[in-house]
């Protein structure tokens, strides 16, 4: 493919980007309980806290320094620098918003093993991968902006009890995803030249695409058809909270 065809067969990617999964879909259009925002913010934390270790371990893997000074301002973004307190913090602000206390998010106790799974698997593509393939990886972000957008847009309508505060994030990711995908992009389409390069590239894209479904996924069967993990055993969350 051409440098366009290329640009469009990874745009049209976002037909399976989980803005389009159900659970999405219901949060968007009002149908979501309160326990399914919870779960969701819950569960999604653990992806949070986790995209800085990511971007940590791409910068690990890669030899360019004019890549990793434009790379590393991602894990500021995330951790905070100077007068921003970073992602994180304004994820834990979504989660008293939505009534989850900072000590339940960081315990990780919601974390379902689907979606910790998942999210495993994303950061060890990326500590495994050649850098710029871990730079591929996040060319999920060219969809981002929308479903921040749909969530300013659809949430204070619908779900009034969420305190405002908890929307900063939304705000804060709406510029720094279209900066961040320039570079990924810009990655892409620099090295994958060749047919298998470019079908590799598209591969590691629906790899992303996978890992964001798989956690919806396991949300729906937990909180939308109230069939945890061991639901047929026990009521408790026995799950494991991660292994060294």
Known sequence: MDREAFRAALMAKGGYYHI???YQVDMAEGRATPEQIRGWVANRFYYQINIPQKDAALLANCPDASARRRWIQRL???DGHDDDAGGIEAWLTLGEAVGLTREELWSQ???LPGVRFAVDAYVNFVRR????????SSLTELFAPAIHQNRLSTWPEHYPWIDASGYAYFRKRLNEARRDVDHGLEVALSVCITHEQQQRALEILQFKLDVLWSMLDAMSMAYQLSRPPYHTVTDQRVYHRGLA
Do not use: F, K, M, N
């Not at 991968?129 to 591929?136: Q, V």
């Open 76 to 78: 500021l973004d995330h």
């Open 129 to 136: 991968a050649d850098w710029r393939e871990g730079a591929i």
């Open 20 to 22: 389009h999964h159900p």
């Open 109 to 111: 106790e919601y974390v």
